[in-house]
Antibody, heavy 114, light 112 residues
Framework: EVQLVESGGGLVQPGGSLRLSCAAS???????WMWWLRQTPGKGLEWVA?????????LYVDSVRGRFTISRDNGKNSLYLQMNSLRPEDTAMYYC???????WGQGTLVTVSS | DVVMTQSPLSLPVTLGQPASVSCRSS???????????LNWFQQRPGQSPRRLIY???NRDSGVPDRFSGSGSGTDFTLKISRVEAEDVGIYYC?????????FGQGTKLEIK
């Protein structure tokens, strides 16, 4: 069964950092682009970042570029999102998604608040 | 960025009746490779989104055939031929032809 399981969310103060992880199973991670998306009640669904199968290319939405870093370890079947300089507007449910949107994780909640 | 505009935002439907959601993009979604990367997602209450349709009109495995997608260029439609109780949720269109990928605002389907 194809599965994605996110972890690493939590409560963090503004300016702080978090590292999200996504464990993939049931498919060969190294064959796919992977995405991080986020969802808030106010802004709906928002694409955050993509990474090429071999990790050689990454893309970011303007609002996180320079603060967030997407990476992957295909040997460990894992995807990551390092989030620095967090802002209250980064508060959201974060999803790990397989290229094309067929498979989503259950999400991990990030709350940025003092 | 490509703006995706859905209508209506609220869709009350009687069980067994058809439903339709429109999605319009601010620019053509035809990719250089000739494909149109327009997907439809369903998000039931308390669940992650689930893809229903990819590349405009291709139904994912396990998706009931009462769901169908159509359209081209900048104008797309998701149709449900006969709404069932399990169809309650929010429906989103999403384009991944252009960077950044963008979503519509969502259409909330409820049973009258």
């Amino acid at each position: 069964e194809v599965q994605l399981v996110e972890s690493g969310g939590g409560l963090v103060q503004p300016g702080g950092s978090l590292r999200l992880s996504c464990a993939a199973s049931g498919f060969t991670l190294s064959n796919y682009w992977m995405w991080w998306l986020r969802q808030t009640p106010g802004k709906g669904l928002e694409w955050v970042a993509n990474i090429k199968p071999d990790g050689s290319k990454t893309l970011y939405v303007d609002s996180v570029r320079g603060r967030f870093t997407i990476s992957r370890d295909n040997g460990k079947n894992s995807l990551y999102l390092q989030m620095n300089s967090l802002r209250p507007e980064d508060t959201a449910m974060y999803y790990c998604v397989k290229d094309g949107g067929l498979t989503w994780g259950q999400g991990t909640l990030v709350t940025v608040s003092s | 960025d490509v703006v995706m505009t859905q209508s209506p935002l609220s869709l009350p439907v009687t069980l067994g009746q058809p439903a339709s959601v429109s999605c319009r993009s601010s620019q053509s979604l035809v990719h250089n490779d000739g494909n149109t990367y327009l997907n439809w997602f369903q998000q039931r209450p308390g669940q992650s989104p689930r893809r229903l349709i990819y590349k405009v009109s291709n139904r994912d495995s396990g998706v009931p055939d009462r769901f169908s997608g159509s359209g081209s260029g900048t104008d797309f439609t998701l149709k449900i031929s006969r709404v069932e109780a399990e169809d309650v949720g929010i429906y989103y269109c999403m384009q991944h032809t252009h960077w950044p990928h963008t979503f519509g605002q969502g259409t909330k389907l409820e049973i009258k």
